[in-house]
């Protein structure tokens, strides 16, 4: 790798934090109907287990096909679900470029989110990876793609909001 492409992929890296922990904070913060923002509308985001992953079958918790469907998540969760209010906290770490082919990008991120209720003591609720394809559009940098391979061991009844 030239001097120049190592510079270019630390840009890159650091541009794509920046985009990981403005994706967390959409999230934490509750502003839900900004959440499809983040992707193409041709996007695929999906919630799967790390052994559906391993294993190669696509069978997810959460799988949506395009951009629509994610507002569809968001208006069902704001006009149809009734579910005790918490607060979230994402946190994302060793956010990796693995590949770069002309305008996208695969990448991938750990990820914990902490669960806090009313009337409970805060309780790791997720832990896993984001597989991403990021793509470049006119608008930034999308998701295209995006995997949330978790590695729990069961996954709580409150998996109600995007992960």
């Known amino acids: 790798m030239s001097k120049h492409d190592e510079l270019d992929t630390r840009e890159l890296r ?13 999230l934490d913060e509750g502003d839900l109907e900004s959440w499809p923002d983040f992707f193409t509308e041709d996007s695929h ?38 579910f005790e209010p918490r607060s979230l906290r994402h946190f994302i770490s060793g956010v990796q470029v693995r ?14 989110i902490m669960e806090s209720l009313s009337d409970r003591e805060p309780s790791l609720n997720m832990v896993g990876r984001y597989l991403d394809i990021w793509r470049q559009t006119n ?25």
């Open 14 to 26: 650091a541009a794509l934090r920046d985009l990981y922990d403005d994706y967390a904070f959409c």
């Open 45 to 82: 985001y999906r919630v799967l287990s790390r052994e559906n992953h391993d294993a190669g079958l696509p069978l997810g918790l959460i799988y949506c096909m395009n951009k629509n469907m994610l507002k569809d998540r968001v208006t069902a969760l704001r006009e149809t679900t009734m």
């Open 99 to 112: 590949k770069r082919r002309g305008e996208e990008v695969e990448a991938q991120a750990n990820f914990a």
């Open 139 to 163: 608008d930034g940098w999308r998701l295209a793609r995006r995997d949330c391979v978790y590695d729990n061991y069961r996954v709580r009844t409150s998996l109600i909001v995007p992960i």
